[in-house]
């Protein structure tokens, strides 16, 4: 029987948005930086001194991953940019879907040899819409189709193993990679089935130990799972709707948060719905790897 824990933490930025995903932590700077994809906003986060900038976005941004000191990635509705770290412009890299202008993207994340996993998904969710890519060195790879909602995207320590969800499906699934690319080697697998329970399998992280925190859609939480699909502990959030995980240096959790789809009643009962918050957790993850070009 998993353990349940109390909030523990502090809210780290109070901006509230509608659809908070995507946080990245870059160990070198001490940064946190996370998105509003229906905002439109590229959130950005000095953790010494607490100082937040939002930039704005003309595309609705969902990923990020380091390139180098001067450059970052940034997956969104318009396919994969470039962007200047110093005066924020961004510089078209290349389409995932040019053939499915309704789509956009949603979960992703850098696999240890540099290659980007990213999912896409339909504007409105409708089903099977989307798929999730490998991209390395500006060349895509379609490696599942029909998925609806893209997420849970992360990968073992030593890049030899995958993982993702459809939250609509509500199943965790693991595949086995090539660690020098990022590509599957194998059939995808079910690792945690919660088709059917409350809430949704939303985006994950794997710590530096190989175990898997997921943040919960809908149940206000983060659940902890062993690599073998064994539920450790969940650790509860003061917003209903968490949905993605970032490890902000030793024994800290960021996790973000929306407000999408909540009625003016449903955000006042839930008034710290899309926010940051930190929670306290007794691990760390190796820092983020950077998009190789």
């Known amino acids: 029987m998993a353990t349940t824990h109390a909030f523990e933490g502090r809210v780290l930025s109070s901006s509230l948005c509608e659809l908070g995903e995507g946080p990245s932590f870059e160990s070198e700077t001490e940064t946190l930086w996370w998105f509003d994809i229906l905002g439109k906003g590229l959130h950005e986060l000095h953790l010494p001194t607490g100082r937040e900038i939002v930039h704005a976005l003309p595309v609705m941004g969902s990923a990020l991953a380091s390139i180098d000191a001067a450059r970052q990635m940034i997956a969104s509705d318009k396919g994969m940019f470039i962007r200047d770290r110093a005066t924020g412009a961004l510089s078209p890299y290349l389409e995932l879907e040019p053939e499915k202008p309704g789509n956009r993207s949603n979960d992703g994340r850098v696999h240890p040899s540099g290659s980007l996993w990213i999912g896409t998904m339909g504007?409105?969710?409708?089903?099977?819409?989307?798929?999730?890519?490998?991209?390395?060195?500006?060349?895509?790879?379609?490696?599942?189709?029909?998925?609806?909602?893209?997420?849970?995207?992360?990968?073992?320590?030593?890049?030899?193993?995958?993982?993702?969800?459809?939250?609509?499906?509500?199943?965790?699934?693991?595949?086995?990679?090539?660690?020098?690319?990022?590509?599957?080697?194998?059939?995808?697998?079910?690792?945690?089935?919660?088709?059917?329970?409350?809430?949704?399998?939303?985006?994950?992280?794997?710590?530096?130990?190989?175990?898997i925190w997921n943040a919960r859609w809908g149940e206000g939480a983060v659940d902890h799972y062993s690599a073998d699909g064994r539920h450790l502990s969940r650790h509860l959030v003061p917003a209903k709707q968490t949905t993605c995980p970032a490890f902000v240096g030793k024994d800290r959790l960021a996790v973000t948060s929306a407000r999408e789809g909540l009625d003016d009643a449903a955000r006042a009962a839930d008034p710290l719905a899309g926010s940051l918050f930190e929670i306290a957790v007794s691990i760390q993850c190796d820092p983020e790897p950077a998009y190789r070009l």
């Open 123 to 211: 504007r409105k969710a409708e089903d099977g819409a989307g798929a999730i890519y490998h991209v390395r060195s500006g060349e895509v790879t379609k490696l599942f189709d029909r998925i609806s909602i893209p997420n849970s995207i992360c990968f073992s320590p030593d890049g030899a193993i995958g993982y993702y969800a459809d939250t609509r499906i509500n199943r965790l699934m693991r595949v086995s990679l090539d660690p020098a690319t990022g590509l599957p080697n194998g059939e995808a697998e079910l690792l945690v089935d919660e088709n059917g329970k409350p809430g949704g399998i939303d985006g994950s992280i794997c710590a530096s130990d190989g175990t």
